[in-house]
C-alpha cells in the first residue's frame, strides 16, 4: 500500500483526510464479523451488515446489553458469522459452523445462550443501533487509551480510517475535574465524506456502552476501555453516517471531506 498522503491534501473536490485501513461487515449482530476487501453500500448501510440477529420470542434483539429494542444474551461475542453467498454461516467457539438456512441453527443458538431464541433477518424494525454505517479513525482510537491504542475491533465500525493527525490536543477547562480531549472526528460532524465512490454525512458521534469493554474476536475483557473513554471523551468513539450517494468501497480508498 502507498504512504499515506498528508492531511489536507487533495484528490479532486475535498480534502483527503485518510485511508481505508479495514472495512467490517456484521451479518448477525452482536456476533463477530468479517473483513472483507471491498464492500457495496446502499441507503440502509453496508450491504449485509446486521441484516440478520439472533431474537427471543419477543423480538427483542440478542445484544451484551438490555434496552427496550436488545436483550442481554452471554455468549454471543464468542460466535462469529460470515456470508456463504447471502446465506450467514455462524461458527461457534468449538469451531462447529451452522448454515443460517439450516433449520438446526434456531436450537444450536438457544442451548448456547441458554434460552429458546431464533435466527431470523431484519423486518421493519432496523438491527442498527444509532445509524447505517459507522466510522472510526486510527487517530481517535489512539487518543482514547493512555497506553496501547483501542483496538479497532472492540469499535465494530464498518469503516476504520487511518488518519496520520494529532487528535489528542487537551482542552482545559480551568476548573478542576476529568480531562476531555479533542478528537479528530469532532471536527466533522456535519460534513460530507466521500469514501471510493460513496458520499456519507456525518451526522454526530457514536456513544459506547459496556459492550466495548467485553471480551470479543480474541479481545480480553476491559473494562478500564470505557472508563477511559468516559473521562476522556464523554464516551463517545467514532461517527455516525448516513448514506447520501451509495457506492461502493474498497480497501486502500482515500477518504475525503467536502
Not at 439450516?102 to 443501533?129: F, I, N, W
Not at 464516551?235 to 468501497?249: S, W
Request: aromatic share 4%; proline share 9%.
Amino acid at each position: 500500500m502507498e504512504p499515506l498522503r498528508s492531511p489536507g491534501a487533495s484528490s479532486g473536490p475535498g480534502v483527503v483526510v485518510g485511508r481505508v485501513a479495514q472495512l467490517n461487515r456484521y451479518p448477525v449482530k452482536s456476533l463477530g464479523g468479517e473483513r472483507p476487501e471491498r464492500i457495496e453500500v446502499d441507503r440502509r448501510g453496508v450491504v449485509g451488515d446486521r441484516l440478520w440477529a439472533v431474537t427471543d420470542p419477543d423480538g427483542r434483539f440478542g445484544s451484551g446489553k438490555t434496552t427496550r429494542r436488545f436483550r442481554r444474551m452471554p455468549g454471543l461475542l464468542e460466535m462469529r458469522a460470515a456470508y456463504d453467498g447471502e446465506v450467514p454461516v455462524v461458527t461457534f467457539p468449538d469451531g462447529r459452523p451452522v448454515w443460517g438456512d439450516d433449520p438446526e441453527v434456531h436450537a444450536a443458538l438457544s442451548a448456547h445462550v441458554g434460552r429458546p431464541v431464533r435466527l431470523a433477518r431484519e423486518g421493519e424494525v432496523p438491527h442498527a443501533d444509532e445509524g447505517p454505517v459507522h466510522v472510526v479513525t486510527t487517530a481517535s482510537l489512539r487518543a482514547a487509551s493512555a497506553g496501547p491504542p483501542v483496538d479497532a475491533g472492540r469499535t465494530r465500525a464498518n469503516l476504520v480510517l487511518d488518519t496520520d493527525v494529532l487528535t489528542d490536543e487537551l482542552l482545559l477547562s480551568g476548573a478542576p475535574g476529568p480531562e476531555t480531549r479533542r478528537f479528530v472526528e469532532d471536527d466533522w460532524v456535519g460534513r460530507r465524506l466521500r469514501v471510493g465512490t460513496v458520499e456519507l454525512a456525518l451526522t454526530g458521534p457514536m456513544p459506547r456502552c459496556v459492550m466495548v469493554g467485553m471480551a470479543q474476536d480474541g479481545l480480553p475483557d476491559d473494562r478500564a476501555v470505557l472508563r477511559e473513554l468516559l473521562r476522556r471523551h464523554d464516551g463517545h468513539l467514532g461517527l455516525v453516517a448516513d448514506v447520501l450517494v451509495p457506492g461502493t468501497i474498497t480497501l486502500g480508498d482515500d477518504a475525503s471531506l467536502l
